[in-house]
């Protein structure tokens, strides 16, 4: 008797979960020109933003021979 019911329930809980995916919560479509322009303003500013990011140098990033974990030389004694 458990088992059926802890099969009902996550049955149960599966649907629910798809149900709520299924919901328009965010996309909404718009006539209005100057929304529009907007959009495809943002749109464009982030692709040559990625762009800009993309051709800049990797001036930061560490060389393949440099190892951090050297173990600093003995002193003399």
Known sequence: MKNASLVALVALSALTGAA????DSGVRMSTDPAKAADVEQRAQDLQSKQQ????MPMSNKPHKGMSHNK???????
């Open 20 to 23: 709520y995916a299924q919901t």
């Open 52 to 55: 800009a990011m993309e051709s």
């Open 71 to 77: 173990k600093a030389p003995k002193p003399a004694e």
